[in-house]
């Protein structure tokens, strides 16, 4: 118990202390005005697009070449049959 004693005695002289007053305010306010903005590039975004655009362009003109290759069932019954010739 007297480890719990010197512990309530311990939070008791705690609370009887005065909490000391900072005020940084000004000092936090004048730091954040003086910083200079950073810059901002828009290289990297502009370079991801263009690669992204090209890839893009590259996809579609193989879906169209591959669309035109593509022979759908329904038009081979409906395509005439090449001529063969036997004799």
Not at 8 to 19: D, F, G, I, N
Not at 51 to 60: C, D, E, G, N, R
Request: charged share 20%; no cysteine; hydrophobic share 55%.
């Amino acid at each position: 118990m007297d480890a719990l004693e010197a512990l309530a005695k311990l939070a008791l002289k705690a609370r009887e202390e005065t909490t000391p007053v900072f005020g940084v305010a000004d000092q936090v306010r004048l730091r954040i005005r003086s910083e200079k903005p950073m810059s901002v590039t828009l290289i990297p975004l502009g370079l991801f697009g263009g690669i992204s655009a090209v890839a893009a362009s590259v996809t579609l003109f193989l879906a169209i070449e591959f669309w035109k290759y593509m022979s759908s069932p329904v038009m081979e019954l409906i395509a005439p049959l090449p001529e063969m010739r036997l004799w």
